[in-house]
């Protein structure tokens, strides 16, 4: 079994060698559609974190507001997507393995952690913040 997958790696690895193409850069990549886009996206962000200096009234605390929020935005799916591979571990794997079982349970109660961590740590922020300073 082992030499039946080092061999279809190593198959893989030369087969992907010679399948690449040379890619040689122009300087018109970026069409306008897409640069208008990218501006867009860029605009957005910047007043985003005027708008959280603003509402902090400090350059400080609004950009760690930002970033905090950004966190907090992105951590919902890959929270989810780790305590879904950590049930695979849990209960799919681990019915054969009790090791993997116990490090499936381990993943998914880090993950939750996280989750929960990183949910809340922007409400303290704020709660802290405002109501904290003088």
Do not use: H, W
């Not at 690449?20 to 122009?26: I, L, Q, S």
């Amino acid at each position: 079994m082992k030499k039946i997958f080092a061999s279809v790696a190593i198959l893989m690895v030369i087969f992907s060698v010679f399948t690449c193409t040379k890619v040689y850069a122009e300087n018109d990549i970026i069409d306008t559609e897409n640069e208008s886009k990218l501006i867009e996206i860029k605009e957005n962000a910047a007043k985003s974190i005027e708008d959280y200096k603003e509402k902090y009234g400090s350059d400080a605390y609004g950009i760690t507001a930002y970033v905090l929020n950004i966190i907090r935005i992105y951590s919902i799916p890959l929270c989810f997507l780790g305590i879904a591979i950590s049930a695979i571990y849990q209960y799919i794997i681990g019915i054969r393995k009790l090791d993997t079982q116990e490090k499936g349970l381990v993943m998914m109660v880090s993950f939750i952690t996280i989750l929960v961590i990183c949910q809340i740590l922007p409400l303290a922020f704020a709660i802290i913040v405002k109501f904290g300073r003088g």
